[in-house]
């Protein structure tokens, strides 16, 4: 009797226990906010600062020296030349340009690492969320290295905000096309908090503050993105279809037809001096 | 008897009380198999082998010869990701660089990054074949994924994939090795652990294309890095490329900036459309 009790007793304590493991790590998996599907940008129009007109009107907090360049930049485009957009030759937006989200976004959740893939230019980033410090030595990137952190802040036992810092960038990066331009020394730090709406689930915030030697001082801007309910996704190829030839410094245009074009009026043609003259 | 009836019944009741979704999302997590980590390809890049010949058709055995022909003289040959392209599928699967696997229940993710970042979705929803406009053909083509439990322990084991809907142009190594230029390939994949070493992953790779005679089948390998926190790089193709494309022809540009020819007697390109230069 004594031993049927124990065995039984040992059973359901068994039952019970591995009840209570199991859940305890599901649970743990859904403390994370639904992310998954595929996020557009909210915004029509892609300059940095979606609240404020593009160009000068962005009121950027540049030093003089990088309001003296971005002006020239301006001036350059203006005058029909291709400024400093380094997209023009399919080089990756990089952080925090990227979050514009040219083209559609996913975000995938898992406990130690969260992957924001933008098509765009085939811009990814890695999240750690494992709770690793910085390492000792970033080889820099583009897209920079991100430490996450989530946090639960209104301590019903689910995560509604991820804070990211990302470091180690590596150049040239501009904020936007009109070539709102990041500093040279590529020491730029962003910090991000990344959020769903409170009465819109499928409306997607990240309030994003850049601090970097071409500022006076850190910059914050909020950007929006709407999740698609039925998504196609995209293989966007910059070199698929792109019809500016870097050649040294310059830049050429490539015609339908296959041909090398001047970019600009005037512009002398490419040093042809490694090939056999033709008779 | 009052005793271990008390027991059960609380056990039963402590079970019952779980909630659902966390019952499912344990279910869901606990049945996949460990694939997080770096892995890297173990042997060679190349598809054909002294024991495993692909069974072209004449006409595409005619067309991989000329290609080895052009590049026996210097040409680069049909690889479009000299140009910046990916490489897409089947081609990707051989790990020029280390890749990552992502499970969720949902969808499986194979990132990849050479050339630029390669991204695969095998989709493990459930979902059919997409209907017309709802996908787009891309490099990497559209995966759908089943997952198996061969050994009937409750454990999945197997990844079956089927990826179809591809573009082009695509080759299955840096030989030229051609697929049919229609894009209706059809690759079947089973990606399994090994079973007696878990830090070993294989793709057994099964191509159906109109340029063979019969369905080719090989078996990719990889190896997980043993180092949990691993340092991922960034492939921008656009970034050191020297290859330019300009029409038809391929050249080379010099450390210096200069156009070079890429095989002897190679003409310039075409400059019609620039200034004659003054005498």
């Known amino acids: 009797m004594v031993s049927n009790r124990s065995s039984l007793a040992a059973v359901a304590l068994a039952a019970t226990m591995s009840m209570a493991l199991a859940p305890a790590r599901a649970a743990d998996e859904l403390r994370y906010p639904d992310l998954n599907g595929q996020w557009s940008r909210a915004h029509a129009h892609s300059q940095w600062d979606p609240s404020k007109p593009r160009g000068l009107a962005q009121q950027a907090p540049l030093t003089p020296e990088y309001q003296a360049i971005f002006a020239a930049n301006l001036a350059s ?97 501009t904020l936007d096309a009109d070539g709102l331009a990041l500093h040279k020394d590529n020491r730029t730090v962003v910090k991000e908090r990344i959020q769903l709406d409170s009465a819109n689930r499928d409306l997607l915030h990240d309030e994003i503050t850049t601090t970097d030697d071409a500022f006076t001082r850190p910059w914050t801007v909020t950007r929006d993105y709407n999740r698609e309910p039925h998504p196609v996704w995209p293989e966007f190829l910059c070199t698929e279809a792109n019809n500016h030839i870097p050649i040294g410094k310059e830049f050429y245009f490539r015609s339908g037809d296959g041909y090398l074009m001047p970019a600009y009026k005037d512009q002398p043609p490419p040093d042809l001096r490694n090939f056999t003259p033709s008779r | 008897m009052r005793y271990p009836s008390l027991i059960v019944l609380i056990a039963l009741a402590a079970a019952s009380a779980m909630p659902p979704p966390a019952a499912r999302a344990l279910d869901d997590l606990s049945k996949y198999p460990d694939l997080k980590g770096q892995w890297q390809r173990i042997g060679p890049n190349r598809w054909e082998s002294r024991e495993n010949k692909a069974p072209l058709t004449p006409e595409y055995r005619a067309v991989y010869q000329d290609n080895l022909d052009r590049m026996e003289a210097g040409g680069v040959g049909d690889m479009a990701s000299w140009y910046c392209l990916p490489q897409g599928m089947p081609m990707m699967m051989s790990l020029y660089d280390p890749m990552e696997v992502v499970v969720t229940p949902q969808v499986t993710y194979v990132l990849i990054s050479h050339v630029n970042d390669s991204y695969r979705r095998i989709y493990t929803d459930g979902r059919d074949w997409p209907a017309e406009g709802e996908y787009e053909r891309t490099f990497a083509g559209y995966s759908i994924g089943r997952w198996l439990d061969e050994n009937g322990d409750g454990r999945y084991n197997v990844l079956e994939v089927e990826t179809r809907d591809f573009k082009g142009p695509r080759v299955y190594d840096g030989t030229g090795l051609p697929l049919h230029h229609d894009n209706q390939t059809i690759v079947k994949e089973r990606i399994h652990l090994d079973k007696s070493d878990p830090n070993i992953l294989y793709d057994d790779l099964t191509v159906i294309d109109n340029a063979l005679t019969r369905p080719w089948s090989i078996t990719k390998k990889a190896g997980r890095v043993p180092n949990p926190k691993p340092m991922w790089q960034t492939a921008v193709c656009a970034e050191n490329n020297s290859m330019v494309r300009i029409g038809k022809d391929a050249y080379y540009m010099s450390q210096e900036g200069y156009l070079m020819p890429l095989k002897k007697d190679q003409p310039p390109p075409d400059l019609r459309f620039f200034k004659p230069s003054p005498k």
């Open chain 1, 77 to 173: 485009l203006h005058a029909g030349n291709l400024g400093s957009d380094p997209q023009v030759y399919c080089l990756p937006s990089g952080m925090p340009r990227m979050m514009i989200a040219y083209e559609p976004m996913e975000v995938i959740v898992t406990p130690e690492t969260t992957y924001i893939r933008v098509d765009h230019l085939n811009e990814f980033r890695r999240i750690y969320t494992d709770g690793r410090g910085w390492p000792a030595e970033i080889k820099p990137t583009f897209d920079g290295y991100s430490i996450g952190r989530w946090i639960d802040r209104h301590g019903n036992g689910r995560y509604d905000l991820l804070e990211v810092e990302t470091r180690g960038m590596k150049g040239p990066r």
